[in-house]
Structures are given as C-alpha cells and as structure tokens.
T-cell receptor, first 114, second 115 residues
Framework: KAGVTQTPRYLIKTRGQQVTLSCSPISGHRSVSWYQQTPGQGLQFLFEYFSETQRNKGNFPGRFSGRQFSNSRSEMNVSTLELGDSALYLC?????????????FGPGTRLLVL | AQKITQTQPGMFVQEKEAVTLDCTYDTSDQSYGLFWYKQPSSGEMIFLIYQGSYDEQNATEGRYSLNFQKARKSANLVISASQLGDSAMYFCAMRGLSGNTPLVFGKGTRLSVIA
C-alpha cells in the first residue's frame, strides 16, 4: 500500500506570496493532520481534517488554512508568507481519530521564505 | 492539556549496545495513547511503537520496546542492539481522550550510534 505523499517536496517563496501544499493520505485513511516543524518551536499541530470537516485547529494565525476533499486528499494554504513560515510541513494520515490510531507521516514539504 | 517532556537533547551509544530514551508525560485523561517516532535527516517521521494507557503489557516491536510506568507517567523507548542506521531524532508523542485532542510531541532526542 502506498504511503502518504506530499507535493511539492521543496519550495522557495518570497515574503508576501502565498503557497499551497498538497497531501495524499494512505488509501482508506479518512483523517489528515498537518504539522509545522521548526528548529525553535519543534513540532506544532496546525489542523486536522476528517471526512472533509476540520475537527481540530492549532494556535496559528488565520493566514494558515486547509481543506479536505471527498477523496480524503488535503491541501493547506498559507497566505501573505512571512520569514518565520520557513519550516518543514508534515502531513499525517490515520484511518480514524481514536486515541490509539497511529498517524503515518509523509516525507514533508520544506518551505523556505526569502 | 497534554504535555510530553524529553530531557535528553542528545545521546551517544555504541553499535550493538542497548539504549534507553526517556519520555515523561502529563495528562489528566484516563484514556490516552503514547507513540514513538523516528525522524532521520531526510525528514520523514517513521512510526516505531504504540502503547495504550490501559495496556498491561509493555509494547514491543522488533528491536524496540516501550518501558511503560503508568504511576510515574513515563514511557521510555528501549532500542536493543543499536545499529548505525538508528542514528536519528526520536520523538515521543501522546494523544488523549477519544482522539479529540491532537497528537502532542516532545522536543525530541538526537541519537548518534558510533561504530
């Protein structure tokens, strides 16, 4: 079974631009979560989608948004990019949302904002 | 709210030796799950092992085992017979109560295996 895929893998943008990242979950998985990883803040939760509905949202400004499609694929968008948005963005999928549901991660998208 | 503490920023271990990576957690939930992930320099987070709060046996997966001490709120990862390929960042994470809370990660421990 194919793993979680994320596109693009690398991205360079300039301040003020916007960016859209894509995540395709493992086949059959209905839950998709997004995380931001930076050397200073570590891994921070962005949002979680299940059956096309946002179920959880982390403490990020409104410039960060996401959505999930009927085939469970998800996109996240960051508008008006800032230098501090440079990070590794990780997507994870799981079959369900229970306590014991293992989240499987994709390879990540490395975003550099200049 | 859940909190994960990993007190070892970096560790060294000799090849073929065993190593323990520490993880303590804090939660008021009765039901929760504990996870360990490995992150090589490539960036991908690789799931290693899971322990449920009601599991009486410590979880094991190949060379990985989880030393779960509920009363002490600790969930240490033990890697036996370390290999050079085990060099990576290791993250402890937890999720509480019916999955309505997101997965919370610790700061991680960088493990370096030396020949």
């Amino acid at each position: 079974k194919a793993g979680v895929t994320q596109t693009p893998r690398y991205l360079i943008k300039t301040r003020g631009q916007q960016v859209t990242l894509s995540c395709s979950p493992i086949s059959g998985h209905r839950s998709v979560s997004w995380y931001q990883q930076t050397p200073g803040q570590g891994l921070q939760f962005l949002f979680e989608y299940f059956s096309e509905t946002q179920r959880n949202k982390g403490n990020f400004p409104g410039r960060f948004s996401g959505r999930q499609f009927s085939n469970s694929r998800s996109e996240m968008n960051v508008s008006t990019l800032e230098l501090g948005d440079s990070a590794l963005y990780l997507c994870a999928s799981s079959w369900d949302r229970g306590v014991g549901e293992t989240q499987y991660f994709g390879p990540g998208t490395r975003l550099l904002v200049l | 709210a859940q909190k994960i503490t990993q007190t070892q920023p970096g560790m060294f271990v000799q090849e073929k030796e065993a190593v323990t990576l520490d993880c303590t957690y804090d939660t008021s939930d009765q039901s929760y799950g504990l996870f360990w992930y490995k992150q090589p320099s490539s960036g991908e987070m690789i799931f290693l092992i899971y322990q449920g709060s009601y599991d009486e046996q410590n979880a094991t997966e190949g060379r990985y085992s989880l030393n779960f001490q509920k009363a002490r709120k600790s969930a240490n990862l033990v890697i036996s017979a370390s290999q050079l390929g085990d060099s990576a960042m290791y993250f402890c994470a937890m999720r509480g109560l019916s999955g309505n809370t997101p997965l919370v990660f610790g700061k991680g421990t960088r493990l370096s295996v030396i020949a």
